[in-house]
């Protein structure tokens, strides 16, 4: 199972923006299950798009930044161009749907 564009999109997103966040955390303000997280990260740890790094002189030696890799940077880019073009034809198809219902209301 892949993760869906979406998932990937708004991972990347906030991965980009977050100096380091846990799991738990990134999971929280994506609105993800913990396991749902961990699966779609190491999805792209896997096709090298983010890398994880551990915080040396953190006491907690569990505590890792993820970062976005150049490959994932370019994904980024791609998986954008290719939100707005998902978002921009619901955004016509629902401009339709409501110019349909006034019509029916005026006959």
């Known amino acids: 199972m892949k ?3 979406n998932d ?10 977050a100096e380091r966040q846990s799991q738990r955390e ?3 303000v994506l ?3 913990l396991g749902k997280l961990n699966f779609v990260l190491k999805a792209l740890i896997a096709k090298g798009l983010v890398k994880m790094e551990n915080f040396a002189q953190n006491e ?21 161009r290719d939100f707005i073009q998902r978002k ?6 629902i401009l339709h749907e409501i110019d349909e219902a006034r019509q029916a209301m005026q006959d």
Not at 8 to 17: G, Q, S, V
Not at 60 to 80: A, D, F, N, S, V
Request: hydrophobic content about 30%; cysteine-free; overall charge positive.
């Open 8 to 17: 990937k999109y708004y991972l990347l997103k906030e991965l980009e923006k």
């Open 60 to 80: 907690q030696k569990m505590q890792y930044r993820y970062m976005l890799t150049p490959e994932g940077i370019k994904e980024k880019i791609q998986i954008t």
């Open 3 to 5: 993760p869906n564009l």
């Open 31 to 33: 609105g993800f299950s």
């Open 26 to 28: 990134l999971a929280k």
């Open 88 to 93: 921009e034809a619901e955004y016509e198809k």
